[in-house]
């Protein structure tokens, strides 16, 4: 007589044997997986400029908003309705004003609307601290994953350590990495009581644990550390049995897949401007033909989609008006887009030196920031808007003294930061900007070798001689410090902030225009370097 328990287990074996005919009958057949990513939005909810390197010359075009992105969403999913998957790869609530003046609380139920199927958080998403950081992204009410971020008290994930879906048949493998240099790269005080991880304390666990006791048919990594630093990944032989790495953090516009010796690394541009699109054809759990696309976000051919937009209307109204004050004018472009000068940044460390009188203003050389486009004859407005974008963290200005020495030392120490030959030794964003100094150097120099001259205030460096200089203080860092340089003298924090500083600047010119003087020039590089990937044809366009 068979019992109830036997007909149960006869139950979940007939069960079993017809989820692995239904699974191979899907493998059998050619299967097509579409994965939509975007990356590095950085609060950026509208359409806006966009720079793009073409015919040897700036041009720019509007692109972006996340209505006009829910739309592509949706036109791409109706193509492959069964088999999209949707992610974000982080940086997606520091960089504009609504998500400075909300720290980052507009953006909740704007993502719930948007479909992702998971996101990553990356090294801004600490901006607001810890707690704010887990308040926003558990309201997206959609995944988010980390394998390397851990409560420090406790030792215990932050975040779920990877994310497993099955379409169509084909079972998919997502885990994620954020750049464990956060607490060097931001201010400290950021992530205080979080922990990071090195990627290789449990990437082979976790790879193991996927492809051999939870049986993926295609794994990816997706990492938040840099384009330099994930092709290196790619090569390492661990990843052999990953299929792709898709980046993220340095806004790299990827268009052919980049191919290393394991697998390969797409990365698919910032700000809600561009979605890379990786499409999969899978038989018999192997992928066998591939194609990558980045597509555009472009008002003009994706209409904002009418509930996203009211939505986001609805989360930035408290902070339009702000937003949209006119703090003065600009009758030339506003970017940050090249590696060594910008004009964006030459108008920022010109307005703190006015404003302090030091030797040397300096400014962190960040990625981030929509641009500002002119047209000819004309003038544009800069708004408070575009300052949160340009600085989304408002610090108080830091002034201090440093000889000759220091400053050479810590020079060198910042050109290695961003053209070490070997990627692990990069360090953050482009070439530190300044205000009041000459640097003429090599990129392709040993390490402590690559400046040829300084000049400050005209004439050369002397190594002994005491100069005046000014930073953003960074909160957490010694008070010595300044933009990690160490062991400053007479060190003052002042009582007005950077923010301060732009706007008293704006009022008192009225209208700028900052060119590119030559101020920090590479003897061995083009003039207009967008990025830079030793041993690959990557170009930024």
């Known amino acids: 007589m068979i019992s109830f328990k036997h007909l149960g287990l006869v139950a979940l074996l007939i069960g079993a044997l017809s989820a692995c005919k239904d699974k191979t009958a899907a493998q059998d057949s050619e299967q097509t997986i579409t994965i939509l990513q975007t990356a590095d939005i950085h609060g950026q909810l509208f359409p806006h400029d966009e720079l793009f390197w073409e015919d040897e010359q700036i041009t720019f075009r509007k692109l972006g908003g996340l209505a006009h992105v829910k739309t592509l969403f949706e036109d791409e999913r109706s193509k492959n309705p069964e088999g999209t998957l949707i992610l974000d790869g982080g940086d997606l609530i520091q960089g504009s004003a609504y998500a ?184 018999d759990g192997k992928v066998v033909d591939e194609a990558y696309d980045l597509l555009e976000v472009d008002p003009a051919t994706y209409a904002a989609d009418e509930k996203v937009a009211q939505i986001i209307e609805t989360a930035t109204a408290p902070y339009q008006e702000e937003a949209s004050e006119v703090l003065g004018y600009t009758s030339v472009p506003l970017y940050r887009y090249f590696v060594v000068e910008n004009p964006m940044d030459n108008f920022i460390t010109d307005a703190a030196r006015w404003k302090t009188g030091v030797d040397v203003s300096i400014s962190n050389g960040f990625r981030f920031s929509t641009p500002i486009s002119v047209e000819e004859g004309g003038k544009s407005p800069i708004t408070k808007a575009d300052l949160w974008s340009m600085l989304p963290v408002n610090e108080k200005v830091k002034i201090g003294k440093a000889s000759g020495k220091q400053i050479k030392d810590w020079l060198e120490k910042e050109l290695h930061n961003v053209f070490a030959q070997n990627p692990t030794e990069r360090f953050g964003g482009w070439l530190v900007r300044f205000s009041g100094m000459e640097l003429t150097f090599n990129a392709n120099k040993p390490k402590g070798e690559r400046v040829v001259s300084i000049k400050i205030g005209g004439n050369p460096i002397q190594k002994d001689k005491l100069y005046t200089m000014s930073a953003c203080r960074r909160e957490g860092e010694p008070l010595p410090t300044l933009c990690r340089m160490p062991n400053t003298v007479e060190t003052e924090v002042m009582d007005y902030t950077i923010h301060d500083v732009i706007e008293e600047y704006l009022k008192e010119k009225g209208t700028i225009a900052p060119s590119l003087d030559g101020r920090a020039k590479a003897l061995d590089l083009g003039p207009n370097v967008l990025s830079q990937l030793p041993g690959t044809d990557y170009q930024f366009h």
Not at 106 to 122: K, R, V, W
Not at 157 to 176: D, M, N, R, W
Not at 222 to 249: C, F
């Open 100 to 283: 400075a003046l909300s720290e980052g609380k507009a953006f909740s139920p704007i993502i719930q609307e948007m479909g992702y199927d998971f996101l990553i958080p990356g090294n801004w998403e600490v901006v607001y601290g810890k707690q704010a950081m887990m308040d926003v992204l558990t309201q997206y009410n959609t995944p988010v994953i980390s394998a390397n971020m851990y409560h420090e008290a406790t030792g215990e994930s932050l975040f779920p350590q990877y994310f497993v879906k099955e379409l169509k048949g084909v079972k998919l493998g997502f885990i994620s990495y954020n750049d464990p240099e956060i607490p060097v790269r931001q201010n400290p005080s950021f992530s205080e009581g979080i922990r990071f991880d090195p990627i290789d304390a449990n990437l082979e666990a976790l790879i193991t644990e996927l492809k051999d006791n939870q049986h993926v048919d295609v794994l990816f990594l997706v990492t938040h550390i840099g384009i330099s630093k994930q092709y290196d990944l790619a090569n390492n032989p661990a990843l052999e049995r990953v299929d792709y790495v898709l980046g993220n953090d340095t806004h790299e516009r990827i268009r052919k897949p980049l191919q290393a010796k394991y697998t390969k690394v797409t990365e698919p541009g910032a700000f809600a401007s561009f979605v890379g699109k990786l499409t999969l054809t899978v038989k």
